[in-house]
């Protein structure tokens, strides 16, 4: 990253977090591996120092470039690269836990889908700053969703199922600050929610009069009206009937896919241990290198997936509370950058990256904690692995650079 | 801090305010979260991480019952002890070491050796959150020293599992198969992720063939356990999954009609029966012998019992309906009748210009009858009931080898019959590319069609096959892939439904023929058949003596009744025993008697109970 000396309006407190995220993401990397158990481990938080060096290159590169660069054709020339690592992951990506994510050359390996979320930022941000383009009309909402969801498909196919709907996640974050309605947001959630309570008459009937409410009360225009009803009845008798006409072993295929098959056993069992690790921390932990959890390998990721426990039990309540805290702090500070940048597609850029790092600390905060299901997504900064790191300090790098020229249109 | 200047966006600075709100309440949740769990909880799971250990314990999912058509039981599952090991259990992470001394004191009461045990904790401690199985059906005096002892043995844990029983022993073995640990070829295989080593999986016949419906879905639930074993059901949020039994299987198979087709070999005898109902392909009866005792896997085989089912002298475990093909001999003849009447190539009255004096000139080979005496000037009829070589030897030189091996295909005779049984193999009806490419182009003898016309030579079909084509000529033109299944679950689909016949337009003429003299191969009394013959209804049936250069000629023998309605198809085969009218036509009989005749009730719910 640029010096703080000589870019006055760089975000401090962003910049702090994300080193200090970064420093303590080392040192976990470290415990978690230190384990006897774990001797072929034992130097990943050395390369994890590496991908950190190659990650400030990288994310002090991408900020020192005026970000105006990115826009327009760049983003599409971003965007068609990201597609097609994604694409050649499909075809010829090394399989790891059941799903083919990573690309590789000699002893290099990437996971494109972190590129590719960064990449597909960007596009969006150059597409929605467009102000010709009135954003509540249905019509111009087909652009941005389709750039969403060839990313979306292709990681869902490898498959990687958290990852794939960080995609949405990014989309919804970017259009809502484009100016698009909150309610149209929940409109677009509607059909998803109406799958999930079709088995359920009941609910369904409730919710679909929720619906009709909230659809009277908004007064929309009669198209889009009737797009949504439309949709949200169809989907809702649609679903149970082609459900049951399914095979045995076609919804045998979903039902795994929605609950990670692979680790049938494991997933609740992974959870019940973080769980003890960070509650067994208590308030002040059992002591940097002292947790006891991790010491019998319960969680086979601990590493990466799993660091936030290792945290929790280390440190108790007092180091994880800090840790969460600076990611607060962090994405707090990427909406004020986005919310101070006086060109739309600064802001757009600003925010949408901010979003890949509310939604990956979201999930997978949650999941060690025991509130979300295992999905598998790594804590950016904190967690061991390359491609997050670097994709995580070109998206800092990235909030920084919007930052430092905030006054330029 | 300079102040922020007004953004452009559009209600950014409205949109800023609701995006931070979202946020913090995010963190908050986490924040609350960290402070139950942590803080009020926090001794709660202090305690649990020290002193002991949360295991899961896999609820294993029952097998589908598999039932005969009339409902009665052919497989289910009887409850049964397993004792694990969990090789993560605190002492052996403190002191590996302590791994040995458990092992070594187990090996003894369980009755393997504890080197084996070793191999196989090294080999399945991958998954740390699952115990490890030692030994299935563990027996009662064993499980209850091995619980008074739990206190010496850490990690060691008697836990109830269903059993795979066969009530019936060796009965119907080849078409139901077995279970058997899945191995560490399979547990590679994506198409089996939802499995773990030391998961049982069907092997052969139905039980592999509908795995996926039997196996049922396991449940699993969290147990705390601590120094002293185990200590309770460990209370999180969310209960035991109860495991979802296996889907029950009704079967086409008639009991009484695979006992006979069993009890009729002699013993040690080797050989194969497979009845069909020609009205819709429902698998009657599939035997294959000698035959195995599938109980015998379930409870944990051996090494050396294994080698000794799957390689020793007569393979047991192979099943010669479906994975063997054999010359099928004469009981080809009416087919080839067929393909003459199709072809035109003569009526069922012709008479050829040479009369059968035992034996047959072309070129300067000479082929023989199978009675040396000969049989006279035969027409067709006479020729199918008599079973003369020396007529169909003209027979196959008139169609010639072209429009036979065409004729042949279109009934299928090299493919599959695609019964849902894993492991069928094809038969093989030859024809002249298949010699030009085994031989050479023009390199082999016009000769061959004369073997081909009688069933020898390269010909070769399963048990299965030939009931299938039995079942064809009875039918008068469908072939029904042959079918196991009559009703999934409580699903009475009716078994109609499930079937799928291909129709080879003929002549009905042609066919009405052959059928009559199949009828007259067991009514006449110069008919070969006369050894199937039943006192109340009327039998059409060819025998067939398959020269064998391994030994003993393959007995053979295809039949349907009644004559007119036919509601059965046989075919029999029995290896190395002589003729087919003496050695498989006597078994076919005994077959369709009990498929006319089945034994009364209650020697039937004698069986049940057995």
């Not at chain 1, 369904?204 to 659809?215: M, N, P, T, Y």
């Not at chain 2, 035969?378 to 030897?393: Q, T």
């Amino acid at each position: 990253m640029i010096s703080p000396r000589f870019s006055p309006d760089i975000d401090r407190p962003l910049l702090i977090s994300t080193l200090l995220l970064t420093l303590i993401g080392i040192a976990f990397v470290f415990s978690a591996t230190s384990m006897p158990s774990s001797v072929t481990e034992h130097g990943l938080y050395l390369k994890q120092v590496i991908y950190l060096v190659l990650a400030i290159l990288a994310g002090a590169l991408i900020a020192a470039v005026p970000y105006r660069v990115y826009e327009g054709k760049t983003s599409y020339l971003l965007y068609a690269i990201g597609l097609g690592l994604l694409v050649l992951t499909l075809f010829i990506g090394h399989v790891g836990l059941g799903a083919q994510r990573w690309l590789g050359w000699g002893p290099i390996k990437i996971q494109p889908s972190e590129l590719a979320k960064v990449a597909t930022v960007i596009l969006l941000a150059s597409l929605l700053a467009d102000r010709k383009k009135d954003w509540t009309q249905i019509r111009n909402l087909v652009w941005p969703v389709l750039i969403a969801m060839i990313p979306f498909l292709l990681v869902l196919k490898q498959p990687d199922l958290g990852t794939s709907i960080a995609f949405v996640a990014i989309l919804f974050t970017m259009l809502y600050w484009a100016g698009l309605p909150i309610l149209y947001l929940f409109f677009m959630i509607t059909p998803i929610a109406n799958v999930a309570l079709s088995f359920f008459t009941p609910g369904w009937l409730v919710f679909l009069g929720l619906l009709a409410v909230i659809l009277y009360r908004s007064r929309i225009r009669l198209l889009p009206l009737l797009l949504v009803v439309g949709i949200n009845l169809f989907v809702g008798i649609a679903t149970p009937q082609i459900w049951n006409h399914l095979q045995p072993y076609q919804k045998q295929r979903i039902t795994t896919f929605l609950d990670p098959g692979a680790d049938a056993y494991g997933a609740g069992y992974q959870i019940i241990q973080s769980k003890i690790a960070i509650g067994s921390g208590q308030f002040f932990g059992k002591g940097f290198l002292h947790g006891s959890q991790k010491a019998l390998a319960f969680l086979p990721e601990q590493h990466t997936d799993f660091i936030y426990s290792v945290v929790g039990e280390e440190t108790g309540f007092v180091g994880a509370g800090i840790v969460a805290a600076l990611y607060l702090l962090l994405i707090l500070r990427g909406i004020r950058v986005a919310n101070r940048a006086r060109n739309k597609f600064g802001g757009l850029l600003a925010i949408g990256m901010t979003s890949i790092f509310l939604y990956h600390v979201l999930v997978n905060i949650w999941m060690t904690v025991g509130l979300a299901p295992v999905t598998g997504l790594p804590l950016p900064l904190l967690s061991y692995g390359g491609s997050s790191l670097v994709a995580s300090f070109l998206q800092v790098g990235l909030i920084q650079n919007v930052a430092m020229r905030w006054r330029e249109y | 801090m300079r102040a922020d200047p007004i953004s452009l966006g559009g209600g950014w600075q409205r949109r800023e305010r609701t995006l931070s709100i979202l946020v913090v309440g995010i963190f908050a949740l986490v924040l609350l979260r960290l402070f139950t769990l942590q803080v009020l909880q926090g001794s709660k799971y202090r305690e649990l991480s020290e002193e002991n250990r949360i295991r899961v314990e896999v609820l294993t999912a029952p097998r589908g019952e598999i039932r005969d058509r009339k409902g009665r039981l052919l497989a289910d599952c009887v409850p049964s002890f397993t004792v694990t090991l969990d090789p993560f259990d605190k002492v052996y992470t403190r002191d590996p070491a302590r791994l040995d001394s458990t092992l070594q004191a187990l090996a003894p009461i369980l009755g393997v050796d504890a080197a084996s045990l070793r191999d196989k904790i090294r080999k399945e401690r991958k998954v740390s959150f699952l115990p490890i199985r030692l030994r299935r059906n563990v027996e009662k005096r064993s499980v209850a020293f091995v619980s008074e002892h739990l206190d010496r043995l850490p990690g060691v844990q008697v836990e109830s599992e269903p059993l795979r029983r066969y009530p019936l022993g060796l009965m119907a073995s080849h078409l139901l198969g077995y279970v058997g640990e899945i191995s560490d070829k399979e547990l590679l295989d994506p198409v089996y992720s939802n499995y773990l080593s030391g998961d049982l999986i069907g092997r052969m016949g139905i039980e592999r063939g509908y795995e996926k419906l039997l196996r049922g879905v396991d449940g699993k639930r969290f147990v705390e356990v601590n120094a002293l074993g185990r200590k309770g059901e460990f209370l999180g949020e969310k209960h035991p999954i109860l495991p979802t039994r296996g889907t029950d299987l009704t079967l086409t198979i008639d009991l009484d009609v695979q006992r006979a087709a069993e009890e009729a070999f002699e013993p040690g005898a080797r050989g194969a029966v497979v009845a069909l109902d020609p009205r819709n392909g429902d698998v009657l009866a599939l035997a294959s012998k000698p035959n195995y005792d599938p109980n015998e896997f379930s409870m944990g085989i051996t090494q050396e019992r294994w080698s000794e089912l799957s390689s020793g002298g007569n393979y047991p475990l192979f099943n010669r309906a479906i994975q063997a093909a054999y010359p099928p001999g004469s009981t080809i003849k009416p087919f080839t009748a067929l393909a003459g009447l199709e072809n035109g190539v003569m009526t069922p009255g012709t008479f050829f210009a040479q009369s059968c004096t035992g034996e047959f000139r072309f070129g300067t080979r000479l082929f023989g009858c199978w009675k040396h005496e000969g049989h006279g000037s035969l027409s067709m009829h006479n020729a199918i009931v008599r079973s003369c070589d020396v007529y169909f030897y003209q027979l196959g030189i008139r169609i010639g080898l072209e429009r036979l091996s065409a004729f042949m295909s279109k009934l299928t005779l090299s493919d599959k019959t695609g019964i849902d049984l894993p492991q069928e193999r094809r038969g093989l009806y030859p024809d002249p590319a298949w010699y030009d490419k085994r031989f050479g182009a023009g390199r082999w003898s016009r000769g061959i069609i004369l073997n081909l016309a009688i069933g020898q030579g390269e010909v070769i079909l399963t048990p299965v096959k030939l009931a299938q084509i039995a079942a064809f000529i009875a039918n008068g033109g469908t072939l029904w892939k042959p079918h196991l299944i009559r009703s999934v679950g409580s699903t009475a689909a009716a078994a109609s439904g499930d079937s799928i016949g291909q129709y080879v337009a003929l002549d009905a003429r042609s066919l009405a023929a052959v059928r009559s003299a199949m009828a007259s191969v067991v009514s006449d009394p110069q008919g070969t058949g006369g050894q199937a013959r039943l006192d109340s209804i009327s039998v059409a049936g060819k025998t067939g003596t398959a020269q064998n250069p391994h030994g003993k000629d393959h007995a053979l023998f295809i039949c349907f009744a009644p004559v007119d309605a036919p509601r059965i198809a046989v075919a029999v085969l029995v290896e190395n025993a002589g003729h087919g009218s003496t050695a498989a036509a006597p078994i076919a009989r005994k077959v369709l008697q009990s498929f006319f005749h089945p034994a009364p009730p209650e020697s039937a719910a004698v069986l049940a109970k057995r």
